[in-house]
C-alpha cells in the first residue's frame, strides 16, 4: 500500500554533505515513524535515526550523533536526512522506512517497520 520513494543520494568528498529525502505514498491515514537504515555490502543493515509523526522526537544511532539530522516535512508524508562532515565509512546504501505501529522503544530494530524503501547509494570519497 505505502510506497517510500528515496532521493538525495550521491558521491560526496570526505568533510562534505548531503540531504537524502523520501517521500511516502498510498498512505490512507497517520503513520506512528519513519526513519532510515543503511547497508554496506556484504554487511547487515543497521539502524540510523527515526523521527515520530509530529516530528516532536527523533532517535539516532551513537555512530551519526552530531553530524546526522533527520525531520519530518510539512505534510508528514516526508522524511530528511541531513548528512554532514561524512567519512568513506558512510559509504553505504541508505534505505527510507515507516513504522505504522510503536514502541519508540523498538525502533532501532528492523522489525518495527513495515514499508522499505528501495535505497539510495551514498558514495564519500577518501
Known amino acids: 500500500q505505502v510506497q517510500l520513494v528515496e532521493s538525495g543520494g550521491g558521491l560526496v568528498q570526505a568533510g562534505g554533505s548531503l540531504r537524502l529525502s523520501c517521500a511516502a505514498s498510498?498512505?490512507?491515514?497517520?503513520?506512528?515513524?519513519m526513519g532510515w537504515f543503511r547497508q554496506a555490502p556484504g554487511k547487515a543493515r543497521d539502524f540510523v535515526a527515526a523521527v515520530n509523526w509530529s516530528g516532536s522526537s527523533t532517535y539516532y544511532t551513537d555512530s551519526v550523533k552530531g553530524r546526522f539530522t533527520i525531520s519530518r516535512g510539512n505534510a508528514k508524508n516526508t522524511v530528511l536526512l541531513q548528512m554532514d562532515s561524512l567519512q568513506p565509512e558512510n559509504t553505504e546504501v541508505y534505505f527510507c522506512?515507516?513504522?505504522?505501529?510503536?514502541?519508540?522503544?523498538?525502533?532501532?530494530?528492523?522489525?518495527?517497520?513495515?514499508?522499505w524503501g528501495q535505497g539510495t547509494q551514498v558514495t564519500v570519497s577518501s
Open positions: 522506512v515507516e513504522a505504522q505501529w510503536g514502541p519508540s522503544e523498538g525502533l532501532k530494530y528492523i522489525r518495527a517497520y513495515d514499508y
Open positions: 498510498g498512505r490512507t491515514g497517520t503513520t506512528f515513524a
